[in-house]
């Protein structure tokens, strides 16, 4: 998610953990002309001109990518060689609707389900659109919860096992818990902690070791909510700091150890479990406002959105060869 707020950039705490990210696609550097690692490649380049940002991504068998794109209303698979296949167009919001904060419509989060359902996020600052969206195999966009069209909607989590949605309100600052067969929509955590602080608060989200991990764009902080034996919000633990602009994330494995995408930065911060955390990719390895990221076992997926940049939107593959 783009901030358009100038900033003095927080100073970066060296990380206790290392990192080794190798080589899986093509070399990034002979599209763009920027100096690369050999370790990092690109999955695809993007079509700016169509309206191919993507904004967040969840990950199919056979190593495709479905993503959404922030501004055109359209979701796509990505495959392993770069083709890109859409998939759904969401309604256009009706005349005169402004979505909060980023005024254009505006698709966030995605993920996936055992079955292959998607689950997704859609904000049109119009009540007849925004809220939790599902698209199952072969099927149509079906709108399953309503939420607040004075909110944005933007990270999601999936706990599957308890057949639960976490969204996260930028706007609101709120955790909405949603089930999903759709039904009650319940404002599940709240606080000053995922307040945003003059642009977007609460925006990526995970289910993690049975627990909530929710990141903050505007204060750069990684945040930890129990779950408790009653399924409410237990007390807002802060797990990490000084990551301004924080995007979504992903975890590297059964630890804390995580991948954050730094938006405005075009950085990705590997972020340990004491909180302190280090620069491991950079616009010079391909990155253009990294929106979120992707790991299934050793392999790492970064998708950039360009909001800034405006000249590449992509989608980066590394290997994990040391994290814990």
């Known amino acids: 998610m783009p901030r358009t707020l100038t900033r003095t950039r927080s100073a970066l705490v060296a990380a206790a953990v290392a990192a080794v990210l190798a080589a899986t696609m093509t070399d990034p550097a002979a599209a763009t002309g920027a100096r690369s690692t050999p370790d990092v490649r690109f999955v ?42 859409i998939l759904a167009t969401l309604p256009e919001p009706p005349a005169g609707s402004v979505t909060p904060t980023l005024r254009s419509p505006f698709l966030g989060g995605i993920v996936r389900d055992h079955d292959g359902t998607l689950y997704f996020l859609y904000a049109t600052g119009s009540s007849d659109l925004t809220g939790v969206w599902r698209l199952r195999p072969g099927g149509s966009p079906q709108r399953i919860a309503a939420l607040p069209a004075d909110g944005l909607p933007n990270g999601l989590a999936l706990d599957a096992h308890e057949h639960l949605l976490y969204a996260a309100d930028s706007v609101r600052g709120t955790l909405w818990r949603v089930p999903t067969h759709g039904g009650p929509v319940t404002p599940w955590a709240t606080g000053p902690e995922l307040a945003p602080a003059g642009f977007l608060g609460a925006n990526g989200v995970k289910v993690h070791n049975g627990d909530v991990w929710v990141t903050n764009l505007d ?105 814990r």
Do not use: C, M, W
Not at 55 to 76: C, D, K, M, Q
Not at 254 to 276: Q, Y
């Open 44 to 85: 695809a380049h993007l079509d700016i001109a169509d309206g191919r940002r993507p904004e967040n991504i969840t990950l199919e068998p056979g190593n495709s990518a479905v993503v959404t794109f922030a501004y055109s209303r359209r979701i796509a698979r990505i495959t392993p060689d770069g083709r890109v296949h």
């Open 219 to 323: 204060k750069g902080t990684v945040l930890r909510i129990p779950v408790t034996r009653h399924a409410a919000a237990g007390p807002v633990e802060t797990r990490a700091t000084g990551l301004v602009d924080i995007d979504d994330f992903a975890f590297t494995g059964h630890g804390d150890t995580l991948l954050a995408a730094i938006n405005a930065d075009n950085e990705v911060a590997l972020v340990g479990p004491d909180g302190g955390h280090t620069t491991v990719l950079t616009a010079a390895d391909g990155l253009q406002n990294p929106t979120s990221v992707a790991v299934r076992g050793t392999t790492a997926y970064i998708a950039s959105g360009a909001y800034f940049t405006d000249t590449d939107p992509n989608l980066l593959s590394a290997h994990i060869t040391s994290h």
